[in-house]
């Protein structure tokens, strides 16, 4: 069956569209990255974990669909693909309450009919719901791809927020762990687009954070948060890492390169914690999303993880960019053949349970 997996981030990078042949074998017959709109991205992170106006929500609910639609309409003409026949749609999350609540913007409705195609929207509401965190359900899907019999693996995401699926050998679904680290790349992309007052949105192949001194002052201090110490399962967001954690770094009045680096820093060090605080050190760490770009972050993690081979992706035939979007192809896959789609062990909820809401 062929399904297109529709993803869109914490870091508000912009959309991610992948094209995956469901069967035997998962294989990505296309994949492509749309970015926001600058005054769309703006908009979208003036509703986010933010007290605003229920119109404007309800507005970014139907114009994010419409710019969904566009998406996978433009990855379709480009690379020449026919025969979708469902897309897994995630939307973008703009509040998540751990265990409590979660919204996610970007109408199934809208894009089901702009496109002709069912959608399956709405994942996290039901493993809430079972009694879960609602997050994280891209661990189902690492254990599907990524499981090996004789090595202890973990799958890393490193999206504006870093998550882990510790997945040890022959792993059966009740022995996954999986849980959000701590930021990924969202802080060191919030300093940066200040520094550039708003001019670039990321530090490319982490030169400003090789230019700048990691502060290890202010690096203990934040390390000190209770978080990174608190047994999985665990979820963490913009809520955590939004603008008030940005506000309390440059007040400190260090240089913003230096700030950079101490945030590049804080990424691989909370990453290497969580690894270590879910078991033995792991054979393999398979990296996906954009961090797996910032030279200077990857060279910290192998620093950090000397143990370790690290890869990404790209080497098991997925782009490090589309795991996401591919892991959301997969799930409305199993959510259309009635079959669950959280991992208990990952989320907390009380049991399997079926995710998402079809729109025919």
């Not at 114009?63 to 969904?68: F, P």
């Not at 994942?123 to 899907?141: Q, S």
């Not at 910290?300 to 992706?313: D, G, K, Q």
């Not at 199993?334 to 399997?352: C, D, E, I, K, V």
Request: contains cysteine; aromatic residues 6%; positive net charge.
């Amino acid at each position: 069956m062929r399904v297109a997996g529709i993803m869109s981030g914490t870091s508000l990078d912009g959309i991610d569209v992948a094209i995956v042949d469901i069967g035997r074998r998962i294989r990505t017959v296309a994949f492509a990255s749309t970015p926001y709109p600058k005054r769309f991205r703006e908009a979208i992170l003036a509703v986010s974990n933010r007290v605003c106006h229920t119109a404007d929500i309800s507005r970014l609910n139907f114009a994010l669909a419409e710019q969904y639609a566009a998406a996978f309409t433009r990855l379709c003409r480009d690379a020449r693909v026919e025969g979708v026949r469902l897309i897994g749609c995630h939307g973008q999350t703009i509040f998540h309450e751990s265990g409590r609540n979660t919204l996610q913007i970007g109408d199934g409705s809208v894009l089901a009919e702009r496109t002709g195609i069912p959608v399956v929207s709405d994942f996290r509401p039901r493993d809430i719901a079972a009694g879960g965190k609602g997050a994280p359900l891209v661990p189902f899907v690492d254990h599907l791809l990524f499981t090996h019999r004789t090595r202890r693996r973990v799958a890393l995401n490193i999206g504006g927020i870093a998550n882990i699926t510790v997945l040890p050998p022959a792993a059966k679904p009740d022995g996954v762990i999986a849980f959000d680290t701590g930021p990924g790349n969202m802080v060191v992309d919030q300093l940066v687009e200040r520094a550039t007052q708003g001019r670039t949105r990321f530090d490319r192949n982490g030169a400003r954070a090789r230019r700048g001194t990691v502060d290890t002052a202010l690096l203990e201090d934040l390390l000190r948060d209770p978080y990174y110490r608190v047994a999985p399962p665990k979820t963490a967001g913009r809520e955590q890492y939004g603008e008030s954690f940005i506000a309390r770094l440059t007040a400190t009045g260090a240089p913003i390169d230096n700030l950079i680096a101490t945030a590049t820093a804080l990424t691989a060090v909370t990453i290497a914690r969580g690894i270590a605080l879910a078991g033995p050190s792991p054979h393999d760490l398979i990296a996906a999303g954009g961090g797996t770009r910032n030279s200077q972050l990857m060279a910290l993690l192998a620093a950090y993880l000397p143990a370790t081979r690290i890869a990404t992706t790209e080497e098991y035939g997925i782009h490090p960019d589309a795991k996401e979007a591919v892991a959301f192809a997969i799930l409305a896959h199993r959510t259309w053949h009635r079959r669950h789609g959280n991992l208990p062990s990952a989320t907390g909820a009380r049991g399997p349970v079926i995710l998402g809401k079809i729109s025919l």
